[in-house]
């Protein structure tokens, strides 16, 4: 505390300047001046982010050198390679381990031996006293190369490290990197083996590339946002999740970032928030993840799955940052540069080492031929009568010179030396023919190793090749690369909260527990709101809200919802004439008051309803008996008025008094059928026109679907339904149409036909039988499909020619559990369907459709308008100078 004193009276300026001048800035002097930017820069090019040469940061570097000065074949327990690390790096052992055991767990430089910890689960390695490793065949191959090696002093000086290794691979980009520095991180994703490889030989040959990345943990991942790694991009992850039965869904990847303990963790915390709802869950994970999670009866699987995409780390986003040192500065690149660098800098490393090769050949070559020549003119006895070295080596040069034209360097006084040294039992066993035979060879792995040099980028590609061929086994893409749909938080979140609602005194909210109660919500819900006076309003749930006296309406607010329709007759203020409306809100700001009526005091609303599906129901108006009026009361039908905005005036009813107004008859929706479409890319359902046209729908209309394994379902359609990668058929269901299969029958080792039609609709039925060898051969929804059937070639018998089968003829429909009719029990290698039949559909008596109106109508379609009592006053005829007409 002294010392900290004593610095401080010493560099800050005086207290009584510092009085006098607010504005004046303290200076840092000293041995402060310099230390942020020492250690920042330390902690960037010695710590956290790795350089682009070789993609190690100096602890993994400084590993791998030690494995491979430990290097004997053997494993070697890892405290000791530690140990052995600590001579380079300064820091302690436990950095070193933690580097090791994650360089082991990706499961690429090191082999490694004992329990290394599980990235699926989480679990820690073992003590590094415990677990032992050695360089695996990939790491020796592509890591190490002395020769071209660059070396550097270890901070003590006793040591020589290397300055990079001349790693010729993609490395960087294979593992992956994350650090963080001081003003600057770094986090490069690992990418997959093989696509590194092929993206490396496309590079070389001058073509276009992308890769992306490959997580370790595999799941399901959308590369859309990717941006090529640079800073500013993004990816999202997600777990592989399934449908295990109707009360069971089932996790068998996770997304990369995550283990099955944080997963199960964030899924029990959504259960406690109410966001989600499960009943139990189970983690089986052990070589491959299999968490099984229990869901209550009656709860949507689809929705449940969504929900946990929603409120769970099932789902993700990493933003990927692309910072690499380069001439000892960081550098932001994106991975497409990276990996060109990287290639460019294998090119260069095989020139090196050929190089290199090619000086040692030529060096063989040249002694070798020196050899043979003093051996074989038997110059060696030029030296018997020397008595003194320097006679010897003039002995020698001279008898030398006139066979050594052909050489390709001059005789060094070095090589004259090592001459000397050949022993009398070599010479005397020298063979010309071998010696010429070691020549040749030389000379055959000279001329490729210069051909190499001249087709380097040839050299280069076939190396990537034989890597591939060699370490590419069992490295295929983990992660399945796909475009994510958009979930909304609120249409899958389950609503476990009661919201009330206090009509009069215009409260909602979940603490009004002694009011109304108006409907299951979440925390995350927006409600919309009317009143008596024609005001709407959406807000947040909330405890207790204030929304306007004398509600007449309240409900979940559903966004951008144009099938739910409004229908309302409100009194234009005062003693104003009253107006009908049909409209939908689509969107609107929070808390803010809206008025649906034409704006005036003392606006009141006559009736009032809410249409989920656009139905138009038809209501009576009754007016109060005054003056001449002849009618006073008629009926009006919703339908005959066009559906338009919140903001839409409406038409005109009557300029009278009404009395009440009644409810005369329920309607059928006025909306046209909702067409859907199936988007293959993200396998989700949605009205937007993507993907293929599934038809039509009506409120009662479902889908039907049928998989590989010979399940037959339908349901309606909602756009929040997952669908299994084995769906074979999906399409609108038409009841009376039957369904034609041939499928095996495991059991009776027959291939058998059938016809059915679905006969449950709320249920999965399977249609083939249940043993586990029977498998489904092929599915028609046609109304009269023909198949042809190619038979195997059985041994030492004539090929059996194909089968046509008519299906109608073959067999009538049956249930949908019969076995069916026996086909054959030969052996099919193939049955495809041919073109159906022409049908013919029965005539059926046409039925009066109801009148359709378009939810969103175009701008200057005119309203239908609503009739009014005739008068005999002509006053009354005065039309409606904001609507487009008006009936008397």
Same mark, same amino acid.
Request: charged fraction near 30%; glycine fraction near 6%; include cysteine.
């Given at each position: 505390?002294?010392e900290n004193?004593?610095?401080n ?11 006098? %001048?607010?504005?004046?800035l303290? *200076? ?5 001046k310099?230390?942020f930017?020492? &250690?920042? %820069? @330390?902690? =960037?090019?010695?710590?956290?982010v790795p350089a682009i ?8 570097r400084?590993?791998?050198h030690a494995?491979?000065e430990?290097?004997?074949g053997?494993?070697?327990k890892?405290a000791n390679?530690?140990g052995?690390?600590?001579q380079?790096?300064p ?5 070193i381990?933690?580097?090791m055991v994650?360089i082991?767990?990706?499961d690429?430089l090191?082999d490694t031996?004992?329990n ?20 695996s ?6 890591v190490?190369?002395p020769?071209i090696?660059?070396?550097?002093s270890? @901070?003590d000086?006793? *040591? ?5 290794l001349?790693?010729?691979f993609p490395l960087?980009l ?5 650090g ?7 986090k490069?994703?690992?990418h997959n083996f ?7 030989i ?6 276009k590339f ?8 595999s799941?399901?991942?959308d $590369?859309s946002?990717?941006n090529d790694?640079?800073?500013g991009g ?10 295990l039965d109707k009360s069971?869904?089932?996790?068998n990847e996770?997304?990369y970032g ?9 899924i029990?915390k959504a259960?406690?928030k #109410?966001k989600i709802k499960i009943?139990k869950?189970?983690d089986?994970t052990?070589a491959d993840?299999?968490?099984l999670i229990?869901? +209550?009866s009656?709860l949507s699987p689809?929705k449940?799955i969504d929900?946990?995409?929603?409120f769970?780390?099932c ?6 940052? #692309?910072?690499i040192i380069?001439d000892?500065?960081p550098?932001?690149?994106g991975?497409t ?6 290639t460019d &800098? ?9 190089e290199?090769?090619l000086r040692e ?8 031929s020196?050899e ?5 003119n038997?110059i &060696?006895r ?14 020698i040069?001279?008898?030398l010179?006139p ?6 360097r001059a $005789?060094t006084?070095?090589?004259?030396t090592?001459?000397t040294?050949?022993r009398?039992?070599?010479i ?5 023919? *071998?010696?010429?035979q070691l020549i040749?060879?030389l ?6 190793v210069k051909n190499n040099?001249?087709?380097?980028i040839d050299f280069?590609?076939?190396?990537f090749?034989?890597l591939?061929a060699?370490y590419?086994?069992?490295?295929g893409?983990k ?7 958009d979930?909304?938080?609120t249409k899958?979140v389950?609503r476990?909260?009661?919201?009330y ?6 409260f909602?909210?979940?603490?009004l527990?002694?009011d ?8 995350i819900?927006?409600i ?5 006076a024609g005001?709407m309003?959406?807000?947040k749930?909330?405890?207790k809200?204030f929304v ?6 309240a409900?979940?607010f559903k966004?951008k ?5 409004y229908?309302m007759v409100?009194?234009d #203020?005062?003693?104003?004439p009253s107006?009908i409306?049909?409209?939908y809100?689509?969107g609107?700001?929070?808390? *803010?008051?809206y008025?649906?009526?034409n ?7 006559? @009736?009032f ?5 656009g139905e138009?129901?038809?209501i009576?108006v009754l007016?109060r ?6 009618k006073i009361?008629?009926d ?13 005036k409406?038409? =005109?009813?009557?300029?009278?008094p009404?009395k009440?107004i009644?409810?005369k008859e329920?309607?059928v929706?006025t909306?046209?059928p909702?067409?859907?479409?199936f988007?293959?890319v993200?396998?989700r359902?949605?009205?937007d #026109?993507r993907?293929e046209?599934l038809g039509?729908f ?14 037959v379902k339908t349901?309606l359609?909602?756009m929040?339904?997952?669908?299994d990668?084995d769906?074979?058929?999906?399409e609108k269901?038409i009841?009376?149409k039957?369904l034609?299969?041939i ?13 059915f039609?679905v006969?449950?609709e709320n249920k999965d039925?399977?249609?083939i039988?249940e043993?586990?060898?029977s498998v489904?051969?092929?599915v028609?929804?046609d109304w009269?499909p023909v198949?042809e059937?190619?038979?195997?070639k059985?041994?030492?018998?004539d090929?059996? +020619?194909?089968?046509t089968?008519d299906v109608?003829d073959f =067999? ?10 026996q086909?054959t029990?030969?052996k099919?290698?193939?049955?495809d369907?041919l073109?159906?039949l022409?049908?013919?559909s029965p005539?059926?008596?046409e039925e009066k459709?109801?009148? $359709?109106?378009?939810?969103n +109508?175009e701008?200057g379609q005119?309203d239908?308008?609503a009739q009014e +009592?005739?008068s005999?006053?002509?006053?009354d005829?005065e039309?409606d100078s904001n609507s487009q007409a008006?009936l008397?």
């Amino acid at each position: 505390m002294e010392e900290n004193e004593e610095l401080n009276e010493e560099h800050l300026e005086p207290q009584d300047n510092q009085e006098n %001048s607010q504005d004046s800035l303290t *200076k840092v002097t000293g041995m402060y001046k310099d230390w942020f930017l020492d &250690y920042a %820069s @330390y902690v =960037i090019l010695e710590r956290a982010v790795p350089a682009i040469e070789d993609g190690f940061k100096p602890v993994q570097r400084r590993i791998m050198h030690a494995l491979k000065e430990l290097d004997d074949g053997r494993y070697n327990k890892v405290a000791n390679v530690v140990g052995h690390t600590m001579q380079y790096h300064p820091h302690g052992d436990a950095s070193i381990a933690d580097a090791m055991v994650q360089i082991g767990q990706k499961d690429l430089l090191i082999d490694t031996q004992g329990n290394w910890g599980n990235i699926l689960t989480g679990d820690s390695a073992a003590a590094s006293r415990y677990i032992e490793a050695r360089l695996s065949k990939f790491a020796l191959e592509v890591v190490f190369s002395p020769k071209i090696t660059e070396w550097q002093s270890s @901070y003590d000086g006793r *040591k020589k490290e290397p300055t990079n290794l001349p790693v010729k691979f993609p490395l960087l980009l294979a593992q992956g990197a994350e650090g963080i520095a001081v003003g600057l991180s770094t986090k490069v994703l690992p990418h997959n083996f093989i696509e590194l490889i092929d993206s490396s030989i496309k590079h070389l040959k001058g073509q276009k590339f992308t890769i992306y990345p490959d997580f370790p943990t595999s799941g399901i991942i959308d $590369v859309s946002n990717y941006n090529d790694g640079i800073r500013g991009g993004k990816i999202r992850v997600r777990a592989k999740i399934s449908q295990l039965d109707k009360s069971t869904l089932v996790i068998n990847e996770i997304p990369y970032g995550t283990n099955t303990s944080s997963l199960i963790d964030s899924i029990l915390k959504a259960n406690e928030k #109410g966001k989600i709802k499960i009943r139990k869950i189970e983690d089986n994970t052990a070589a491959d993840v299999e968490i099984l999670i229990h869901l +209550p009866s009656g709860l949507s699987p689809d929705k449940t799955i969504d929900a946990l995409y929603a409120f769970t780390a099932c789902e993700s986003s990493i933003s990927p940052l #692309g910072c690499i040192i380069e001439d000892n500065k960081p550098l932001f690149i994106g991975v497409t540069e990276m990996l060109q660098r990287s290639t460019d &800098y294998t090119v260069e490393l095989l020139r090196a080492e050929l190089e290199v090769q090619l000086r040692e050949l030529e060096e063989q070559w040249h002694f070798a031929s020196l050899e043979r020549i003093f051996i074989e003119n038997r110059i &060696y006895r030029d030296i018997e009568e020397q008595e003194t070295w320097e006679g010897v080596i003039k002995a020698i040069d001279d008898g030398l010179k006139p066979f050594t034209k052909h050489l390709k360097r001059a $005789v060094t006084e070095e090589d004259i030396t090592r001459l000397t040294e050949i022993r009398i039992k070599r010479i005397s066993k020298f063979d010309i023919d *071998k010696a010429q035979q070691l020549i040749d060879s030389l000379e055959e792995r000279i001329a490729e190793v210069k051909n190499n040099l001249e087709h380097i980028i040839d050299f280069t590609i076939d190396y990537f090749k034989n890597l591939k061929a060699k370490y590419g086994k069992d490295r295929g893409r983990k992660s399945e690369i796909r475009i994510f749909d958009d979930i909304e938080a609120t249409k899958v979140v389950i609503r476990n909260t009661k919201l009330y609602v206090n009509r009069e005194e215009g409260f909602i909210g979940t603490s009004l527990k002694r009011d109304e109660y108006m409907a299951e919500c979440s925390d995350i819900d927006d409600i919309i709101v009317m009143t008596k006076a024609g005001e709407m309003m959406i807000t947040k749930v909330d405890s207790k809200t204030f929304v306007g006296k004398n509600i007449i309406h309240a409900a979940i607010f559903k966004k951008k919802d144009k099938r739910t329709i409004y229908n309302m007759v409100y009194k234009d #203020g005062k003693g104003g004439p009253s107006y009908i409306k049909r409209f939908y809100v689509t969107g609107v700001t929070r808390d *803010k008051m809206y008025d649906l009526t034409n704006g005036s005091a003392n606006s009141d609303v006559l @009736y009032f309803s809410e249409n989920p599906n656009g139905e138009a129901e038809v209501i009576s108006v009754l007016l109060r008996q005054a003056g001449s009026i002849k009618k006073i009361k008629w009926d009006i039908d919703f339908a005959d008025v066009l559906i338009k905005g919140r903001a839409s005036k409406g038409n =005109i009813v009557t300029k009278y008094p009404v009395k009440r107004i009644e409810l005369k008859e329920k309607g059928v929706s006025t909306l046209k059928p909702r067409k859907i479409w199936f988007d293959d890319v993200v396998r989700r359902l949605n009205v937007d #026109g993507r993907g293929e046209l599934l038809g039509e729908f009506r409120g009662e209309d479902r889908l039907l679907v049928v998989t590989q394994k010979g399940i037959v379902k339908t349901f309606l359609p909602e756009m929040t339904t997952h669908f299994d990668e084995d769906m074979i058929v999906l399409e609108k269901w038409i009841p009376n149409k039957p369904l034609s299969s041939i499928y095996y029958e495991g059991e009776k080792d027959r291939y058998y036909i059938k016809r059915f039609l679905v006969e449950n609709e709320n249920k999965d039925e399977l249609f083939i039988s249940e043993h586990p060898k029977s498998v489904l051969e092929i599915v028609s929804t046609d109304w009269r499909p023909v198949f042809e059937i190619e038979f195997s070639k059985p041994r030492g018998k004539d090929q059996k +020619p194909n089968q046509t089968i008519d299906v109608e003829d073959f =067999i009538a429909v049956k249930g949908v559990k019969a076995l069916g009719n026996q086909v054959t029990a030969d052996k099919i290698k193939n049955v495809d369907a041919l073109e159906p039949l022409e049908y013919i559909s029965p005539e059926v008596p046409e039925e009066k459709e109801p009148k $359709v109106v378009d939810g969103n +109508p175009e701008e200057g379609q005119a309203d239908t308008d609503a009739q009014e +009592p005739e008068s005999n006053d002509d006053t009354d005829k005065e039309g409606d100078s904001n609507s487009q007409a008006t009936l008397f």
